[in-house]
């Protein structure tokens, strides 16, 4: 075990904290910073962004509800740690990032671990990617103002999203949103902070 075990209340799913204590975070830090790897908060990753925290990480990979037969659509790559996890979980993942230097030292973090179900894409999240769509599942880790009609689009029935919503610099709300039919059905589960998803 990496982690102290009560960053995990409340994460019902043994599954994601064998793969969380599994996986090591120093891995995807910057030199100054690998010390902190095991601490439960957010870090600076470089070109002004954050990685996660780890038991947010947990919460929002658990209501993706993965069973591993899953494609994933993950927008805002970064330091690819969520990456990581979501390859453990799922089938596929497609990763999505807009800043070059973070695309390229993902690829590399998880190559170096052997992870080999992700594909990468250097472009804008809020075009989804349509070559692959529809997905299973869909995980956001950059606020959005509004949720993405594309990646809405992309999401196949039943399937379940996770996203940030809200405006730069404020408090941001979790949704989960699934879709069934022509209906979506939205849920909002708690506050959070994440870096704008950039236009
Ligand atoms: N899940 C990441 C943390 C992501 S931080 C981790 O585990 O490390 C948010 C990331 O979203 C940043 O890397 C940022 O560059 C990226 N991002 C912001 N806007 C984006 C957009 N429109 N499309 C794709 N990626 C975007």
Do not use: C
Not at 4 to 12: E, M, V
Not at 98 to 122: M, P, T
Not at 164 to 184: A, Y
């Amino acid at each position: 075990m990496r982690f102290p075990q009560n960053i995990f209340y409340g994460i019902k799913d043994k599954r994601i904290i064998e793969v969380i204590n599994s996986i090591p975070r120093e891995d995807f830090l910057p030199e100054s910073l690998k010390d902190y790897a095991y601490a439960d908060t957010a870090l600076p990753i470089g070109s002004g962004q954050t990685i996660s925290q780890p038991s947010l990480v947990a919460y929002m990979t658990q209501l993706l509800e993965l069973t591993g037969r899953e494609r994933v659509l993950e927008i805002g790559t970064g330091s690819g740690y969520q990456t990581a996890i979501l390859a453990a979980l799922a089938h596929e993942v497609y990763t999505i990032e807009i800043i070059r230097e973070l695309h390229e030292e993902a690829k590399q973090a998880l190559s170096k671990l052997g992870i080999g179900n992700v594909q990468y894409k250097l472009g804008s999240g809020y075009e989804g990617w349509e070559e692959y769509a529809p997905f299973d599942r869909i995980m956001v880790t950059a606020a959005p103002p509004e949720v993405p009609p594309k990646l809405v689009e992309q999401l196949k029935d039943k399937g379940r999203m996770v996203v940030p919503v809200g405006d730069r610099d404020q408090t941001q709300i979790l949704k989960l949103i699934i879709k069934s039919g022509n209906t979506m059905i939205e849920e909002d589960k708690s506050f959070v902070r994440f870096v704008p998803m950039v236009e």
